[in-house]
């Protein structure tokens, strides 16, 4: 079972330190269904390419507990898979998580890619790999019938080329490949929602097909699905209404529950520009510009590469000179004065503040309150209250693997009143989502509104 991965990237050799293994030397590790071996069959500056070469041992793998192979002949040894893609979290581990320390530039930076799968079941590669920027070249195998001819198999020869940071392009193969196997080698638990969503980070709840890799790689397990994509909803930065899967009442999502909140209030102050702040991928702002009541409006990111997602997912290259002109994105931090975003009537901090390290939520407040000051203000925060309601939520797990804290109802207040307090303005505190009698809503929103000079 055989996996190579090439880049052209400048110097190419930056791969290896990437992936924190020598080019020089090849490597085997020992992983539950054989050995893993790591080599480069080029290392220069020009290209490198690194194999992943997984020996499997299939008489090991039918007596392995847990496993529902029931031969000892069968394609596990050869097709890219769930059993590829364990050696592949487990030997490029530090890669997939972004981190680098001698190359931490290059780590963040999409540079060109190339992976060859040569035994991959083919069916639905173009339809999963496409709408995340690869484009891949497929060779479907002949089935070997004794030279009679016939059609050819479920399985193909892939290349995948795109442009992407190392540790997405990981993910993605993480996710993927047991997704066109459709099969695992293990008993799926409620572990593997977490795994799911980790890898998915950034990429999953925009993917058009998201409800089938997530289906396919919990193995059809429905109270699992629901779970995952109901979790998905609420911590992606992603079009509420695509998500009306996630369900946490029937037919509404709690992504669209919270976005009609955010609305509503926004109405009910009679708003008419608004600031976005920590914007993402836009979402909230594609439904404020569908109003036509909000004549101004601003998202505001430090990430650039969200900011430009932003831009495609609002197709603002397509937009008539009219609209253009009623939409702003800055990229600034919260967490610095920015003058430039005074003289707004609202600003909506929309699943943001838990983002940030609790010591940088004094800066946020200076910024917001003090700086920007718009008459009226919303926060949308997760209450970690609620999480012991999420089936597949390890307890004192965060909700999303970039969440710095979450609170419970008395500190959200507790914060809210502090800010109000100190900056001259009033707070009411409201409930989204669906109400459990004990533990509250899943999202709590403040809304702040400034008092009389």
Avoid at 411 to 423: I, L, N, S
Wanted: hydrophobic residues 40%.
């Amino acid at each position: 079972m055989l996996l190579t991965l090439t880049t052209t990237h400048h110097p190419a050799t930056d791969l290896s330190h990437l992936l924190h293994k020598h080019p020089d030397r090849a490597q085997s590790f020992t992983t539950s269904s054989g050995t893993a071996h790591v080599f480069y069959p080029r290392a220069d500056d020009e290209e490198c390419t690194v194999a992943l070469l997984l020996e499997v041992d299939p008489i090991a793998l039918v007596r392995g507990p847990g496993s529902t192979l029931t031969q000892y002949v069968n394609d596990r040894p050869y097709v890219a898979g769930s059993l590829l893609t364990v050696a592949l979290g487990s030997v490029f581990r530090t890669a997939m998580n972004g981190r680098s320390e001698s190359r931490k530039e290059v780590a963040a930076t999409p540079i060109p890619l190339t992976v060859r799968v040569p035994v991959l079941p083919h069916r639905l590669v173009e339809r999963l790999f496409t709408p995340l920027g690869w484009t891949a070249d497929i060779t479907p195998l002949p089935l070997d019938d004794g030279g009679d001819g016939g059609d050819d198999s479920r399985y193909a020869d892939v290349t995948l080329t795109g442009t992407h940071t190392l540790s997405a392009a990981l993910k993605h193969l993480y996710v993927l490949l047991p997704v066109l196997d459709g099969d695992k080698h293990y008993w799926v638990s409620e572990d593997e929602v977490d795994k799911l969503l980790r890898a998915g980070e950034g990429w999953l709840g925009t993917h058009p097909d998201r409800e089938l890799i997530t289906t396919r790689y919990l193995m059809r397990r429905r109270p699992l699905v629901q779970s995952a994509l109901a979790r998905l909803a609420d911590v992606e930065e992603v079009e509420p209404e695509e998500l009306d899967n996630a369900l946490v009442e029937p037919k509404v999502s709690l992504a669209v529950q919270r976005r009609d909140a955010v609305l509503e209030q926004l109405g009910r102050a009679g708003a008419r520009s608004v600031l976005d702040l920590g914007c993402g991928g836009g979402a909230l702002l594609r439904a404020l510009l569908e109003n036509p009541d909000f004549t101004r409006v601003q998202g505001v990111d430090v990430s650039a590469s969200a900011l430009a997602t932003a831009a495609r997912r609002l197709h603002v290259d397509k937009m008539s000179d009219r609209q253009r002109a009623r939409l702003t994105l800055r990229q600034s931090s919260l967490t610095y004065a920015d003058p430039d975003l005074k003289g707004y009537d609202a600003a909506v901090l929309m699943e943001v503040v838990e983002h940030l390290d609790p010591d940088r939520l004094p800066a946020l407040e200076h910024s917001v309150f003090a700086v920007a000051r718009p008459r009226t203000v919303l926060v949308t925060t997760p209450n970690v209250e609620y999480n012991a309601l999420f089936e597949t939520l390890p307890e004192g797990r965060h909700r999303h693997s970039d969440h710095r804290f979450e609170w419970t109802r008395a500190e959200f207040e507790d914060w809210t009143h502090g800010v109000a307090r100190r900056r001259g303005y009033a707070v009411r505190h409201l409930p989204i989502g669906p109400v459990d009698a004990e533990r509250g809503a899943p999202t709590q929103l403040a809304v702040f509104t400034l008092g009389e000079d």
